[in-house]
């Protein structure tokens, strides 16, 4: 009996040990778990969903934000440049839309400040969706459906480029992947990682990953130079942060992306250069921290960041209203 009591009283002494550590721990980690969201409007949001689902936005008909950022793969295409208009090859490789609200600004070179700013680009993008924003207006006006929704959200059924990218920004704030694996760990599970997946964070952590992937996202809080001790190889002609404030200092820097579901938004890097989580943890010790890692610790490092990976966004898809007499039409080869 007695014994019984001290086994128990250990036990729960042992617990609240390793809850208070668990605690003192996640607040000082580089990494802070991703917080589920409510939208602020939800109908908004709504609307924000169906205009990412819907390919007339573009001139084509073809193409929506979701054939680039499709949301059943992590919210990227999954190929090294993304596929415009006329099948045209575009510059560089399709960032995810997941948690994309916790960047610092849009782009890879940051050109665009937030979601609203950044969503007018693509619509009128020759290489992308080759609309004009006259246009996409025209085309979501012709639909009465799709007038009462503006009316509902912004009070009045006038549709404007700016209502447009408006609730588009808004959807894209819901797209926040929490509990993923490394989450539950953060917040005091300790058996959320197993063996391997914590001496690759602890790789991660010690060689200096976190000096530019940390935070929420694992990314997107900083711009740094792709290639601090061995230049990065490509043929891509991108120059980065350089295009934007034209310091030659900013020459191949780049937005450090999200690591966040990062096993699901192959290829890597701004060129898509890299097929596979192995060569892009390789080329990353080797150029970005001068460090050559062996094969074990190249594994232990991918498992660790496969932990990354959370809660899809998980809706209804939206039925779009159909075209009508009114709606001008696509023009898919021109
Ligand atoms: C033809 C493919 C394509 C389409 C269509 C497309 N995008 Fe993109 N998107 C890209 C590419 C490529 C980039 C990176 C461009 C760059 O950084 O210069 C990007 C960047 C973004 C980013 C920035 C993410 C980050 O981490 O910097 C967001 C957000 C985004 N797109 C949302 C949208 C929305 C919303 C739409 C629809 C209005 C859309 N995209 C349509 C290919 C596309
Ligand atoms: C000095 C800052 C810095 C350090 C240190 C760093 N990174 Fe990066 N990381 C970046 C930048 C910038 C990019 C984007 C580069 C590009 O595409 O041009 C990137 C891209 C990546 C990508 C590809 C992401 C994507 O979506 O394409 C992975 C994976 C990655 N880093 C993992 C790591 C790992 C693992 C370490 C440690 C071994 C590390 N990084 C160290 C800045 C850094």
Redesign the pocket.
Known sequence: MIKRTLTVSLLSLSLGAMFASAGVMAANEPIQPIKAVTPENADMAELGKMLFFDPRLSKSGFISCNSCHNLSMGGTDNITTSIGHKWQQGPI?A??VLNSSMNLAQF?DGRAKDLKEQAAGPIANPKEMASTHEIAEKVVASMPQYRERFKKVFGSDEVTIDRITTAIAQFEETLVTPGSKFDKWLEGDKNALNQDELEGYNL?KG???V???NGPAV?GSS????G?FKP?ETKNPAA?RMDVTGNEADR????????RN?EL?Y?????GG?AT?EQ??ET??RI??N?E?NKDEVSK?VAF?KTLTGDQPDFKLPILPPSNNDTPRSQPYE
Do not use: E
């Open positions: 490789n960032p995810t890879w991660f060689s200096g990953c000096q530019c992937h990314g711009y740094q130079k792709m601090v990065y980065g191949n820097v780049f937005k450090v992306p999200t690591l990062i938004t290829p890597y890097f701004h060129d890299a989580l892009a943890v990353m010790g970005q921290l460090r890692f490092i960041l």
